[in-house]
């Protein structure tokens, strides 16, 4: 198994954190989370862009933007006032997440967002680096959020809805729209997506990265490939307004090539996220 996680060299125990509005976006970069595949058979036969559109701004208001130690980028989503839901990898071994929500270009100042700092993060303890399995985390803001029209919680979708095989999903987030960038989008885009069986995801990426708290997405549409890709890791996947999925992990061999894309699935990990958060 091979698998491809940048890492930064951890920071000393007492550091000034930065002001919350200082994000220098030439320093940061997507953080990725790679799963060599042991199968090509979802590979299209003409590969284009990873089939996203923008959305219109702030009609998201649960995604929220990550920027790690300064120097990494990820998603997430709120789903309480005092947290943020996210993926393991974007936050073990780092020390400080400079959290915006309202947001929609994130190298904008916008007038609907809010930029703050934490320094408080839970990872799942069943986290695997290697397979990705329970990749959950959360992050605790400093205090309680005020929720308005652009900033909102969205719901988990409950331990009882199933599989959700062949629902129709969406994905959200700041990742690059294609294999060739080098930089994170600036403003959010959505994608459609098919939830596919296990089954066949653990064809493409083994039996030991996709398990029962997996939930995957095809890589192929209609319209050609689709997916998540760097800087997507930690958003929400979601299905008929609940969040379904953390986006977890993608093809090594690249996000435009049809492969499926992996995520937590939220229904196993449900009465985690309530024993660690405040959620209800």
């Not at 790679?34 to 862009?49: D, F, G, T």
């Not at 890791?233 to 299905?239: F, N, Q, R, T």
């Not at 999925?245 to 492969?259: H, W």
Request: hydrophobic share 40%; net charge negative; glycine share 10%.
């Amino acid at each position: 198994m091979r698998t491809a996680i940048l890492l930064i060299a951890s920071l000393s125990c007492c550091f000034a954190l930065p002001p919350s509005s200082s994000i220098d976006w030439s320093k940061v970069r997507a953080k990725n989370a790679y799963v060599e595949p042991v199968s090509n058979a979802s590979l299209p036969v003409n590969p284009r862009i990873i089939g996203g559109r923008e959305v219109t701004p702030n009609s998201r208001p649960f995604q929220v933007a990550l920027v790690i130690d300064g120097g990494h980028f990820c998603g997430g989503s709120l789903i309480s006032r005092s947290y943020i839901l996210t993926a393991a990898h974007c936050i073990e071994g780092h020390a400080y997440f400079q959290i915006i929500l309202g947001a929609h270009n994130i190298r904008e100042s916008e007038s609907t967002q809010i930029v703050l700092t934490s320094t408080s993060s839970t990872v799942h303890p069943g986290y695997n680096p290697v397979t990705f399995n329970n990749d959950v985390g959360l992050i605790r803001l400093p205090n309680p959020i005020t929720l308005n029209n652009n900033i909102q919680t969205v719901a988990l979708a409950p331990a009882s809805s199933g599989s959700f095989v062949d629902a129709r999903a969406t994905l959200t987030g700041w990742g690059r729209l294609s294999d060739s960038s080098n930089t994170v989008s600036s403003t959010l885009h959505i994608v459609d997506l098919t939830v596919m069986a296990n089954f066949w995801c653990a064809r493409n990426y083994g039996s030991e990265v996709v398990i029962a708290s997996t939930i995957c997405t095809s890589g192929v549409s209609t319209s050609g490939s689709v997916g998540g890709c760097d800087g997507d890791s930690g958003g929400p996947l979601v299905i008929e307004g609940v969040q379904a999925g953390i986006a977890s992990f993608v093809a090594y061999t690249g996000c435009q090539n049809g492969l499926p894309t992996g995520y937590a699935r939220i229904t196993s990990f449900r009465s985690w996220i309530v024993e660690n958060s405040d959620v209800e």
